[in-house]
């Protein structure tokens, strides 16, 4: 009978866990989806080399955010004591939906490392577009640019 009861508690962990893992969505395959369906060519390499023409001929890179644009983060953010951390070291990218003024939305998968996808708000610091505030969070996150894939 406990050989039974450990063979169950076994099976439904490791089918819990492989569930898990396969249900998981990273930033990058979120994004290259998105551009799948808008007809664009997708992206190579880890989320912050997005903006890298030389892994991904063709793109364009700003410094401002347009509709159908990659938001490519580096990686780092600042909290509010002014300190620098790393909160990714592959970067981050996510899907730009709309600019309005000063701020964005965009949507991304795996923010917050649960493979989910999520909607956000960020907000320009400075009239810097290269630092802003995601949600209305203390941090400043640092981002590398917007990219805008061509049409395959």
Known sequence: MKNMKTALLLSFFLS????????????????NQKLA??????LKGD??????????????VSSTPSASS???FDGTRVNSEGKTI???????VGWVSSVN?????????NWNRDGKEASHTA?????NWTKIKVDSGA?????IGYVTAPTK
């Open 16 to 31: 819990s866990t492989f569930s898990f893992v396969a249900n998981a969505l990273e930033c990058t395959e979120y994004v």
């Open 123 to 127: 907000s320009r610091v400075n009239n």
């Open 86 to 92: 790393n909160f990714e070291s592959r970067g981050h």
């Open 101 to 109: 003024g000063g701020a964005f939305s965009y949507s991304d998968a």
């Open 37 to 42: 369906n808008a007809g664009k060519v997708q």
């Open 139 to 143: 941090s400043t996150y640092n981002v």
């Open 70 to 72: 990659i938001v490519v």
């Open 47 to 60: 989320a912050k080399y997005f903006a890298d023409s030389v892994k991904n001929p063709g793109i364009t």
